[in-house]
Structure formats: structure tokens, C-alpha cells
């Protein structure tokens, strides 16, 4: 059982809806936690970083935490087609390393 | 303020040849992390470095891959004797040194190795 489970996707969505996007973890370990964008052939780039549970917002953006159902989540509010990418969430422990769901996929079409 | 470095971006060999992948920090930063993305997989950990130390290598395959971040110099990623299954992009990231540690992540472009 892999440690990050993150919703498969793909996500298909018109321009202005909201994005809901989430992974699952099993490690209470994990206390830092992260989202990244990935557009096709790119490198991943810092979205969000949360450490407590609770909501994070930053623009469009907000990233909310449940550590004791060990699930995260981020949203993304008037979605537009720039935001067209892979979305990762990370995860760390005090160790330092990163441990990275899948991806999602998402698409929203004008 | 140029961001993280990797080059070359894209590597081909063959079989049996030697690959070094080479990543520059983002400047004021001595953290380095080497990641590897499998086409349609997430990014999975490698090694992490300081300058001159290897701190968790727990990632890393037992043989033929090896890293290094030398005091002077940028980090460099060797795989000996390629096979095709190394064909994958690696990434390289960087954090700042602070205390308390903040582990967020700066990645580079990468570099796309494909082996023949």
C-alpha cells in the first residue's frame, strides 16, 4: 500500500468552476504538507505549504489539512485554462524527503 | 535570482555508458534532494544532500547510481552502466537551511534521460 494516495483523475472542468483535489495518507508522521503544479515536460512548481490542520488560502488557491482523517485537500476557485497542469501533493517528516502522490491531471476547457 | 539548475535537460545513452546529471541550488541554499518521475508516476525520493555530506540515501537503488554534493560545485547524480529502465526524468530540488527546518521544495527542470 503506497503511503500517498492521490485521486487518479483526469479532471475535465469548464472555466470558473471549482477544483476539488485530494490525497489520503497513512503515515501520522507526516507533518508538512505540500502542493504542486506540474505543467507537461516542466518541473514541478511550489503551490501551497501547510504544517498544522486546517485552511491555507493564497489568491484562488486554498489548501485544507485533516490530520486526524489523514486527508488533504485543494481548491481552486474560477478555474482557468491556465491552470491546466499535474497536481501533486507532497508530503514530509522531519526526515527531510518528500513523499509524492500520483497526480492529478487536470483540464479546464474555455 | 536564477532558481534551480539541472543540465544537461535532455541525455541520451546507450546501454552499458555512464550518465552524470549535474544540478546547481538555488543561491543561499545547501539543501539538495534528487527525485525520479517514470512516465505517468509521481516523482519518487532518491537521495538527499548537504554540501559534503549525504544525508538519507534510503532511495537510492543499492548499485549503480551514486550522488554527490561537493563543497564546491554543483550536486552531481552518477548512473553507471545504464540500463532502459533508467530512462526517466530526475529532477533535482532545493530548500534553505533554517532552524526550525522548512521543508518546502524548489525543483529544477530536470533532465530527461533516455537510454538506448
Not at chain 1, 30 to 39: L, S, T, V
Not at chain 1, 61 to 90: E, G, N, W
Not at chain 2, 21 to 32: A, D, F
Amino acid at each position: 500500500q503506497k503511503e500517498v494516495e492521490q485521486d487518479p483523475g483526469p479532471l475535465s472542468v469548464p472555466e470558473g468552476a471549482i477544483v476539488s483535489l485530494n490525497c489520503t495518507y497513512s503515515n501520522s508522521a507526516f507533518q508538512y504538507f505540500m502542493w504542486y503544479r506540474q505543467y507537461s515536460r516542466k518541473g514541478p512548481e511550489l503551490l501551497m505549504y501547510t504544517y498544522s490542520s486546517g485552511n491555507k488560502e493564497d489568491g484562488r488557491f486554498t489548501a485544507q489539512v485533516d490530520k486526524s482523517s489523514k486527508y488533504i485537500s485543494l481548491f481552486i476557485r474560477d478555474s482557468q485554462p491556465s491552470d491546466s497542469a499535474t497536481y501533486l501533493c507532497a508530503m514530509n517528516t522531519n526526515a527531510g524527503k518528500s513523499t509524492f502522490g500520483d497526480g492529478t491531471t487536470l483540464t479546464v476547457k474555455p | 535570482n536564477a532558481g534551480v539548475m539541472q543540465n544537461p535537460r535532455h541525455l541520451v545513452r546507450r546501454r552499458g555508458q555512464e550518465a552524470r546529471l549535474r544540478c546547481s541550488p538555488m543561491k543561499g541554499h545547501s539543501h539538495v534532494y534528487w527525485y525520479r518521475q517514470l512516465p505517468e508516476e509521481g516523482l519518487k525520493f532518491m537521495v538527499y544532500l548537504q554540501k559534503e555530506n549525504i544525508i538519507d540515501e534510503s532511495g537510492m537503488p543499492k548499485e549503480r547510481f551514486s550522488a554527490e554534493f561537493p563543497k564546491e560545485g554543483p550536486s552531481i547524480l552518477r548512473i553507471q552502466q545504464v540500463v532502459r529502465g533508467d530512462s526517466a526524468a530526475y529532477f533535482c530540488a532545493s530548500s534553505p537551511r533554517r532552524d526550525p527546518a522548512l521543508y518546502e521544495q524548489y525543483f529544477g527542470p530536470g533532465t530527461r534521460l533516455t537510454v538506448t
